[in-house]
């Protein structure tokens, strides 16, 4: 059974710092492209950053490109995204989720994923 758990949400100030960890179980995690994702109250889920099956291959939306930075760790099945320089633009529930793919592709569009987490909530607040 296939089971994605996000951990490393919670309140901060902006310009904190805060690294959320993704961890996985139950399917070949090395033949999975991973991604992050948020959803504000409201607003459309948006992909934030993916990563690709094997060769780390990356893709970040626009607004975080230069301040968040998705790294995976294909022996602990885990995909972590360390935040920083973090603004109220970036309260939001974020959820990890994952698909199988080819390491020539990096999905980022929520529809293109199967399986989800629950989330965990980011919220940047002074």
């Known amino acids: 059974q296939v089971h994605l758990v996000e951990s490393g949400g919670g309140l901060v100030q902006p310009g904190d710092s805060l690294r959320l960890a993704c961890a996985t179980s139950?399917?070949?995690?090395?033949?999975?492209?991973i991604g992050w994702f948020r959803q504000a109250p409201g607003k459309k889920r948006e992909g934030v950053s993916c990563?690709?099956?094997?060769?780390?291959?990356?893709h970040y939306m626009d607004s975080v490109k230069g301040r968040f930075t998705i790294s995976r760790d294909n022996t602990k099945n885990t995909v972590d995204l360390q935040m920083s320089r973090l603004n109220s633009d970036d309260t939001a529930n974020y959820y990890c989720?994952?698909?199988?793919?080819?390491?020539?592709?990096?999905?980022?569009?929520?529809?293109?994923?199967?399986?989800w987490g629950q989330g965990t909530q980011v919220t940047v607040s002074s």
């Open positions: 990563i690709s099956v094997r060769d780390g291959r990356t």
């Open positions: 989720a994952a698909v199988p793919g080819s390491s020539s592709t990096v999905p980022c569009e929520a529809w293109m994923y199967d399986y």
């Open positions: 139950g399917f070949a995690f090395d033949d999975y492209a």
